[in-house]
């Protein structure tokens, strides 16, 4: 592994010059103000399949609001790294465009980032740095600094972002905060159009063998981070409730269904690239058996 990712090490609570925040202010516009100032009260334990969970339900008051606020912090910290790393792409991109209204659009959805950014961070008001341990922000930052256009086009545009509307329509169907459902609701109409421009611009057949090799290697590293499943609700309850034997895991892994909803999760993947007419692709990630999550045995190891 690299020893600095430029890409997932920007930092993230940079003092700047006050002229420079000012300046930043008024480019972004009018400030999202939260409705709701607890992390723990943004979803409901049903947000995070946790109302048929007995650790759940057996915990305290107050260990129940500790391991709603945990789910909620990690996942909107991901979507703040996700949000930061989708600017680096996009001006990633910007350099590497064929034509100057692909060079104009990266431009556009590069200022959609940066808002994304500003808004989803309303709801945070610190950031932790557990993204340095969160594989899928190391990946990412990974691809985005070493991925060449093809293959980023259809990596990140194709199936990350169109990945990305299902992900954020489930935070925001679920969503307690009025503020933040408008916020995600931005953002998916925003990514819609993000998606939508990835795949016109993908057509498999112009890959180079090269190319072909570095997005079935790549997404071979990341559809096993999906078939894993919800294994980071393991972490939020073991914050609150203390550590957990190996057959409490799988019992909550169980009673979170996370082995199906890895598997939807796997078939929204798939739908994307079958969307992108990626048929080469899919048979290759087929070959690995890709497209089917892991058992709960496989996933939480003796
Ligand atoms: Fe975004
Ligand atoms: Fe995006």
Same mark, same amino acid.
């Given at each position: 592994?690299?020893?600095?990712?430029?890409?997932?090490?920007?930092?993230?609570?940079?003092?700047?010059?006050?002229?420079?925040?000012?300046?930043?202010?008024?480019? !972004?516009?009018?400030?999202?103000?939260?409705?709701?100032?607890?992390?723990?009260?943004?979803?409901?334990?049903?947000?995070?399949?946790?109302?048929?969970?007995? !650790?759940?339900?057996?915990?305290?008051?107050?260990?129940?609001?500790? /391991?709603?606020?945990?789910?909620?912090?990690?996942?909107?910290?991901?979507?703040?790294?996700?949000?930061?790393?989708?600017?680096?792409?996009?001006?990633?991109?910007? @350099?590497?465009?064929?034509?100057?209204?692909?060079?104009? @659009?990266?431009?556009?959805?590069?200022?959609?980032?940066? +808002?994304?950014?500003?808004?989803?961070?309303?709801?945070?008001?610190?950031?932790?740095? +557990?993204?340095?341990?969160?594989?899928?922000?190391? !990946?990412l930052g990974d691809i985005i600094s070493t991925g060449s256009r093809r293959p980023l086009i259809f990596i /990140?545009?194709?199936?990350?972002?169109?990945?990305?509307?299902?992900?954020?329509?489930?935070?925001?169907?679920?969503?307690?905060?009025?503020?933040?459902?408008?916020?995600?609701?931005?953002?998916?109409?925003?990514?819609?159009?993000?998606?939508?421009?990835?795949?016109? @611009?993908?057509?498999?057949?112009?890959?180079?063998?090269?190319?072909?090799?570095?997005?079935?290697?790549? !997404?071979?590293?990341?559809?096993?981070?999906?078939?894993?499943?919800?294994?980071?609700? @393991?972490?939020?309850?073991?914050?609150a409730r203390g550590d957990l034997s190996r057959s409490q895991k799988i019992g909550v892994l169980h009673q979170?269904?996370?082995?199906?909803?890895?598997?939807?999760?796997?078939?929204?993947?798939?739908?994307?690239?079958?969307?992108?007419?990626?048929?080469?692709i899919i048979e290759e990630l087929e070959k690995y058996n890709c497209f089917s999550a892991f058992d709960y045995?496989?996933?939480?190891?003796?």
């Open positions: 592994m690299k020893s600095q990712n430029l890409i997932v090490d920007v930092e993230v609570n940079s003092t700047s010059s006050t002229d420079l925040t000012n300046l930043l202010k008024r480019k !972004l516009g009018e400030k999202t103000i939260p409705d709701i100032s607890e992390l723990s009260d943004l979803w409901g334990a049903d947000s995070f399949d946790l109302q048929t969970v007995d !650790l759940f339900k057996e915990a305290t008051l107050s260990e129940k609001k500790m /391991i709603l606020e945990d789910c909620a912090r990690t996942r909107l910290e991901e979507a703040y790294h996700i949000e930061k790393s989708g600017m680096a792409f996009t001006s990633k991109m910007t @350099l590497l465009a064929d034509t100057l209204d692909e060079r104009k @659009l990266y431009c556009q959805f590069s200022a959609d980032e940066a +808002n994304h950014l500003e808004a989803i961070s309303a709801f945070l008001p610190n950031i932790s740095d +557990n993204y340095k341990t969160n594989p899928f922000i190391q !990946l /990140i545009q194709v199936l990350l972002e169109g990945w990305g509307i299902d992900h954020y329509q489930g935070m925001f169907n679920t969503c307690h905060s009025i503020a933040l459902g408008e916020v995600l609701s931005k953002i998916i109409k925003d990514e819609a159009g993000h998606h939508g421009s990835g795949l016109m @611009l993908f057509d498999e057949k112009e890959m180079t063998p090269t190319e072909h090799k570095y997005v079935v290697d790549t !997404l071979r590293i990341f559809f096993q981070m999906v078939q894993v499943g919800s294994v980071g609700t @393991l972490d939020s309850i073991e914050k979170i269904e996370s082995q199906e909803n890895a598997n939807r999760k796997l078939k929204v993947l798939k739908k994307l690239m079958h969307k992108a007419e990626s048929n080469r045995q496989t996933v939480v190891q003796g």
